[in-house]
């Protein structure tokens, strides 16, 4: 049995252990290139990560709406891994974009569930089929940064199937090798200890892969094994093994859990341990970066001005051609094999393009000097290629965005430059949603996201006409923060998802908001057009088909989406909701027909009732449509008889003509609990330093841990230093411990928080046991 507890913990950071004539795992970071760190106690990344190709992050693979995109690229990952042998990639990450002010939502696919499911589950698919596992994170309802060790996502039953299990569930009919679960709270219990997460992934879904804590999110060992968690990362240096070994003696149900566990265990390392290695092409991987940018770029606006030609003269002005914003912060950050500058590549492109740096990138600031070589610049030349962007620290793992504003010397230089010459074009630079008021001023714009390591390349050569864009948004572009339902706050306790199922266009589109760029919107070089529709409907499915026809001049992608509206009901639905899609390849005067089948379950939903999907009966439209506002073709699609289970439900404000989520106490089971709590004693290991600050020995481990902290990032900047300054105070006290590699053991740790709440005997016994114990 001791044997099997020491299995259900890791050996150090990114390692399980070798027991039970059981060889290691090794486990990296994804999920849109390897992060293997040189040092395996390192999870920082200070010490520095094995080069690796930087593919384009999900934020914009998402945009590809091509499944078989996001699988070249998980399929080239799982070569890198086999190369630096790695088992298991921890990815992807299919987590929501609930609010574009999300730090990780590069991370993420999209704000609509079908679309996020769909790539993620090709993701899975791809990689295991090269034999290395996937860790599908992060399990789930983790949608902010802020208090994202602690808080508790209240979410009813409803949403949480709609919009945030769907991509999980997606994943798990691919059976991945690990599922992480995520460090918050979801309805009062810890994801790594929640019995109802894991009756939904065992019971429900049948997942019979193993179960792996992200890393120091595990709060009660004992509890999160017999819920839902096998094994425990990183190593917590055997404080939690001999927790169990006593516990269990007399625990039967959990001896029984920690066999199960044990044997997931085994079956994984017996399955994932014989990974071949493999030999990279590095050079071809980066082509694949460079074809998957392509792919997902959009183009947002074109007032004749793309694409360039060669014998124009044009400058490309901005700080980010020489230091391109190709990738997001924190536990994703590659170390790239190979990274292009475009101000080092023009010439590759056109003799008659040229450089100005214009503003610093990693400044707010406007040089003058600068700004007077970019205007004198701009007046000589026929068009500009403005490239704009969010630095570094502005999006990455553990800190929220507070705006969606780009930093303001990038604008006033705009503006500017707008005054000496008005044919520009801007190339935008960012991991999720900024504000792109100002398109009307411009007369082309490219939204490229962080586009990877070969990012420059796929940009020009999108510019430039060698390739024409396909991509379309995956994610509602709104003006400002506050045209968004979901706010994000400092509670430090919970957070309601009280919108309900009214996530991203599913709101805007429901009560008619005004947006800058609508879900699935993008341009092409060319232009289709939709004919001959066809319908036909049976007792449980319809057969939609219909022609399109590329009129244009060249060869061109179309994403075809189809929607459903929903009537009205005693139940509050989202006016309309994507089910399927499909791109399209077409060359010039070249026509397809399009064939979808769509089936009644399609039409379901939720009914927290009865715990499961139902359909009503109603009049339902299929709508084919370019993206979510702009409908080609409509179809009334009639269910005659709701589901017998079906009762009507008691109408609440959600229902209302205007966005009400005043009744979503009405939605929950139990009493909501406060957003917002003092923290006060007694405190305990999941306490933070934020909460035991005011306490003597609280304000001794925070100048003890700042100091640690600076001693590891003393040579960092950016987004590291922003991270470790920004979360320190929001991590549970037992998380620094694991992470502190020993450092700041969690037993001594455990004893200070018993002086703490004035146990002083209890406290100093467990120190001197400490220091006996060495």
């Not at 799982?78 to 002010?101: S, Y």
């Not at 890393?215 to 096998?230: L, T, Y």
Request: hydrophobic share 35%; net charge neutral; aromatic share 10%.
């Amino acid at each position: 049995m001791n044997e099997k507890i020491e299995l259900l913990d890791g050996e150090n950071v990114w390692q399980t252990k070798e027991v039970l004539g059981l060889p290691a795992l090794r486990m990296a970071d994804g999920p849109h290139g390897l992060r293997k760190q040189i040092d395996s106690g390192d999870h920082l990344g200070i010490g520095g990560s094995q080069k690796a190709t930087a593919f384009p992050p999900a934020s914009l693979l998402g945009c590809s709406f091509d499944p078989q995109v996001v699988a070249k690229v998980a399929s080239a990952i799982a070569k890198e891994a086999k190369d630096q042998q790695v088992h298991i990639v921890l990815g992807p990450g299919v987590n929501i974009k609930r609010t574009p002010l999300c730090g990780r939502n590069f991370e993420y696919f999209s704000e609509d569930p079908i679309l996020s499911a769909q790539m993620g589950k090709a993701y899975v698919k791809a990689m295991e089929k090269q034999g290395i596992g996937c860790s599908v994170k992060h399990f789930c309802c983790n949608n902010q940064e802020t208090y994202r060790f602690t808080q508790d996502s209240i979410v009813d039953e409803r949403t949480m199937h709609e919009i945030y299990l769907r991509s999980f569930q997606a994943c798990i009919e691919e059976n991945p090798a690990t599922v992480m679960v995520s460090y918050n709270k979801v309805n009062g219990e810890y994801a790594s200890e929640s019995t109802a997460l894991g009756k939904i992934l065992r019971k429900d879904w049948g997942y019979t892969g193993v179960v792996v804590s992200d890393w120091g999110a595990v709060s009660n060992r004992i509890r999160s094994v017999k819920a839902i968690c096998d094994l425990e990362m990183p190593s917590s240096h055997g404080y939690r093994s001999n927790i169990m070994k006593e516990a269990v003696k007399n625990d039967p149900d959990l001896e029984e859990a920690i066999d199960q566990s044990a044997e997931r265990i085994k079956k994984l390392v017996k399955k994932y341990a014989k990974t071949a290695l493999d030999k990279v092409d590095y050079d071809n991987h980066h082509q694949i970066a460079r074809f998957a940018a392509q792919e997902s770029i959009v183009l947002l606006k074109n007032e004749g001005m793309l694409p360039f030609q060669k014998e124009e003269e044009t400058a490309v002005i901005g700080g980010f051609a020489e230091s391109l914003r190709y990738q997001g912060g924190g536990s994703s950050h590659i170390n790239p094999y190979r990274l292009e500058q475009m101000n080092t590549i023009l010439s590759d492109y056109s003799k008659h393009i040229s450089y100005e740096k214009g503003y610093d990138s990693k400044s707010k600031e406007l040089d003058e000097c600068l700004v007077k070589r970019a205007l004198e610049k701009a007046q000589k030349v026929k068009k500009i290629l403005y490239l704009m962007g969010l630095p570094d620290e502005y999006e990455t793992e553990g800190v929220d965005r507070t705006t969606l504003a780009f930093p303001p010397n990038q604008l006033a230089l705009l503006h500017q430059l707008l005054e000496v010459n008005p044919n520009i074009v801007v190339v935008v630079l960012s991991g999720s949603v900024v504000d792109l008021s100002f398109c009307s001023q411009i007369k082309g714009l490219i939204m490229a996201y962080l586009p990877g390591q070969a990012g420059s390349r796929s940009i020009l050569d999108i510019v430039y006409g060698m390739i024409n864009p396909s991509g379309r948004l995956s994610e509602t572009f709104i003006k400002d923060a506050a045209d968004c339902n979901v706010k994000l706050t400092r509670d430090n306790h919970a957070v309601y998802y009280d919108e309900s199922i009214f996530v991203g266009y599913r709101y805007y589109h429901s009560f008619q908001k005004e947006v800058v760029y609508p879900f699935g919107y993008g341009l092409s070089y060319t232009a289709f057009t939709y004919h001959d529709p066809s319908y036909q409907q049976t007792d449980d499915q319809a057969i939609v088909s219909f022609s399109i026809t590329n009129t244009g001049k060249v060869s061109g992608k179309e994403v075809v989406q189809l929607y459903i509206d929903n009537p009205a009901a005693s139940v509050h639905r989202a006016r309309r909701e994507l089910k399927y899609f499909q791109k399209i390849t077409l060359q010039p005067n070249e026509t397809k027909k399009v064939e979808f089948k769509i089936k009644n379950t399609d039409f379901s939903f939720f009914d927290q009732h009865v715990h499961d999907w139902v359909v009503i009966k109603g009049e339902y439209r299929i709508v084919i449509a370019k993206n979510v506002n702009e409908e080609c073709f409509g179809f009334l699609y009639k269910i005659a008889e709701s589901d017998p289970r079906f009762q009507e439900h008691e109408p609440t404000s959600y229902l209302d003509e205007n966005y009400n989520p005043s009744d979503f106490a009405k939605l929950i089971p139990f009493p909501l609990p406060p957003k917002t709590i003092k923290k006060r004693r007694p405190y305990s290991l999941d306490s933070t330093l934020e909460d035991i600050k005011n306490t003597i020995i609280g304000r001794i481990l925070l100048i003890f841990a700042k100091k640690e902290a600076n001693k590891m990032i003393a040579k960092e900047e950016g987004w590291m230093r922003l991270v470790m300054e920004k979360t320190l105070l929001e991590t549970p006290i037992r998380s620094l411990a694991i992470m502190s590699g020993g450092v700041l053991p969690v037993e001594t740790v455990e004893g200070l928080i018993d002086i703490i709440n004035f146990h002083w005997i209890t406290g100093i016994k467990k120190l001197r046991k400490r220091k006996n114990n060495g």
